[in-house]
């Protein structure tokens, strides 16, 4: 889904100009919050409405070259997956690239959402329009929420002996058997597709 998101971005945007190494952007938390939320859940009403109008006029001059029908081929797969964004307004972010200015002036922004049990994986760059951050490229994708350990394996099984008759006793007067089962406590902010 990455190269899908990116198609949302322009080629007739801003061209890298030098090899400059990217650098921290200046922007606090809660204004990164702010254009992580807004953005994603643009996306998620677009998806539910099928107009993507507002998604494309939110976003700087390069990307508002994407029309509402392009942006809506773009993200069809997630459209088509049914995949319910809203929980990002609750859920914190984690991310994985700090907001940094590349070369070429776009802040560019990483992470994910952690939600059991598949996260959504973003990929946002903003570019400075009138002095406000306006999106210009987005990629979302579904993962795993956790690297999965490997399951044990199982021990073979030994052959069972008669038990000695204090061991029959022994056994019989040891703790009742506990059932285990998957907490019933799911969470609320599950973003999978339904």
Not at 84 to 90: C, E, I, Q, R, T
Not at 124 to 150: D, E, T, Y
């Amino acid at each position: 889904m990455f190269a899908a998101g990116l198609l949302a971005m322009t080629s007739a945007g801003h061209a890298q100009t030098s090899t400059q190494a990217p650098k921290p952007a200046q922007i606090d938390r809660n204004g990164v919050l702010i254009l992580i939320r807004s953005t994603l859940l643009a996306l998620d009403q677009a998806n539910k409405t099928g107009n993507y109008t507002v998604l494309r006029d939110i976003g700087a001059p390069g990307f508002q070259s994407n029309t509402a029908a392009r942006l809506g081929e773009i993200f069809a797969k997630l459209r088509n997956d049914n995949l319910d964004l809203s929980g990002v307004a609750v859920i914190e972010p984690q991310l994985n690239l700090l907001p940094q200015i590349e070369a070429n002036g776009l802040m560019h922004l990483a992470g994910f959402f952690p939600s059991v049990p598949t996260q959504v994986n973003f990929d946002l760059s903003f570019a400075p329009v009138n002095g406000q951050w306006r999106l210009f490229g987005i990629s979302v994708s579904i993962g795993q929420s956790a690297p999965a350990a490997p399951t044990p394996p199982q021990p073979p099984v030994a052959q069972k002996q008669p038990a000695p008759n204090g061991a029959k006793q022994a056994a019989a007067k040891s703790a009742p058997a506990i059932k285990l089962t998957p907490s019933d406590n799911k969470p609320a902010d599950n973003l999978q597709p339904k």
